[in-house]
């Protein structure tokens, strides 16, 4: 299992916390809860209350939107990655469904933690405005390109 430390150095690593203050690196640390799901196994789903957001630690996490024609996969989450985080900041359901493509373990952080250290810092609200816009593009894309399918 991962000590403190190993977790304080992850946190580091995420490009939306990198440039946060040590102190709140330590107590995103602090305050995660690590959790481990197995392949196939469901984090969440769409439509589901979004309370807390996750950092990828190990493995990979398949991110599918509900379509019509069933879910459609917009992205593949890797070490380091954050997932959850638009329901925080668009106070809305779960926009998407994420399930463990391989074995993950994960930094779980609460909805409060979350917000509180981005209030605090405007270089991680520009760093997660990045990571949403780029999500955005991609979802968008996959979307069109399964519309274009259709036809």
Known sequence: TMSL??????????????????????????SSDR??????????????PPDSA??????????????????????TLKRNDVIGEIG???DVPRTATAAARTRVEVLRISRDVFVNVIRSNPDAAIALVRILADRL????AQLRRMASETR
């Open 5 to 30: 430390e190993q977790e304080f150095e992850l946190i580091r690593r995420v490009p939306i916390f990198s440039t946060t203050d040590p102190s709140m690196q330590k107590l995103l640390a602090f």
């Open 35 to 48: 959790l481990t799901y197995e392949e196939g196994q469901l984090m969440f789903s769409a439509g589901d």
């Open 54 to 75: 996750y950092i990828v630690m190990e493995g990979e996490v398949d991110i599918t939107v509900p379509t019509p024609k069933g879910p459609l996969l917009v992205n």
């Open 88 to 90: 925080i900041f668009g």
């Open 137 to 140: 593009a991609k979802t968008t």
